[in-house]
């Protein structure tokens, strides 16, 4: 009966043994699976996987492009998930990704990755731009002075010739004097007349 119990206890030590020995693999290795900070860059958006995070710590996130807060500082649990899109851009954009781990562990990570150029969006030009030259047939010709304009412009170096006298009207200051004269003429003429006619009337 010795031999029977030794030989039983022998099987039930090595088992035990062995669910030992898986216990502490499992309690090594849980801590380094633990937290899983994961995060996925595509020329559109970013995805952040964070799982396995201690729910009653304060454990934070972080994400910029080209040092502008694309998203602010956020608190989470134990888990956290969420899908940015990404703006328009015609050039490969910088993103930094900052997880602080409340709890103290291996669960922090700040990591840089880059952002390709979509397929179809526009290359930028590394040339400024040119004015087109316009052709002879689109140039517009200079206008030409005016003859006239440019004559009257000239000042002229002869005197007038009309002078510097007005053109006359056909009246006179003087013609008032003139009328008067002949009236005192005609009204002499008359009294002459009328003494010759008495003269002669007393004559007779």
Same mark, same amino acid.
């Given at each position: 009966?010795?031999?029977?119990?030794?030989?039983?206890?022998?099987?039930?030590?090595?088992?035990?043994?062995?669910?030992?020995? %898986?216990?502490?693999?499992?309690?090594?290795? %849980?801590?380094?699976? %633990?937290?899983?900070? %994961?995060?996925?860059?595509?020329?559109?958006?970013?995805?952040?996987?964070?799982?396995?995070?201690? #729910?009653?710590?304060?454990?934070?996130?972080?994400?910029?492009?080209?040092?502008?807060?694309?998203?602010?500082?956020?608190?989470?649990?134990?888990?956290?998930?969420?899908?940015?899109?990404?703006?328009?851009?015609?050039?490969?954009?910088?993103?930094?990704?900052?997880?602080?781990?409340?709890?103290?562990?291996?669960?922090?990570?700040?990591?840089?990755?880059?952002?390709?150029?979509?397929?179809?969006?526009?290359?930028?030009?590394?040339?400024?731009?040119?004015?087109?030259?316009?052709?002879?047939?689109? #140039?517009?010709?200079?206008?030409?002075?005016?003859?006239?304009?440019? #004559?009257?412009?000239?000042?002229?170096?002869?005197?007038?010739?009309? =002078?510097?006298?007005?053109?006359?009207?056909?009246?006179?200051?003087?013609?008032?004097?003139?009328?008067?004269?002949?009236?005192?003429?005609?009204?002499? =003429?008359?009294?002459?007349?009328?003494?010759?006619?008495? &003269? &002669?009337?007393?004559?007779?």
């Amino acid at each position: 009966m010795t031999v029977f119990n030794r030989s039983w206890r022998r099987p039930g030590a090595l088992v035990t043994v062995a669910a030992a020995s %898986a216990l502490g693999v499992g309690l090594f290795v %849980a801590p380094a699976v %633990a937290h899983t900070p %994961a995060w996925a860059v595509t020329c559109s958006e970013v995805s952040v996987d964070l799982v396995n995070y201690t #729910a009653d710590k304060e454990n934070t996130v972080t994400l910029t492009v080209d040092g502008k807060e694309l998203l602010p500082t956020e608190k989470f649990g134990g888990e956290f998930h969420k899908k940015i899109e990404l703006p328009k851009h015609t050039k490969e954009l910088s993103l930094h990704l900052v997880v602080v781990d409340g709890s103290g562990n291996d669960g922090s990570l700040n990591d840089t990755k880059t952002a390709p150029v979509c397929e179809g969006e526009p290359e930028p030009s590394t040339t400024p731009p040119t004015e087109p030259t316009p052709t002879p047939s689109e #140039a517009k010709p200079e206008p030409e002075p005016s003859k006239t304009t440019a #004559a009257a412009e000239v000042p002229s170096s002869q005197p007038s010739p009309a =002078g510097d006298d007005l053109a006359e009207t056909g009246s006179s200051s003087t013609t008032p004097l003139i009328a008067g004269a002949a009236a005192v003429i005609l009204v002499a =003429g008359a009294g002459i007349t009328w003494a010759a006619r008495k &003269r &002669r009337a007393v004559g007779n």
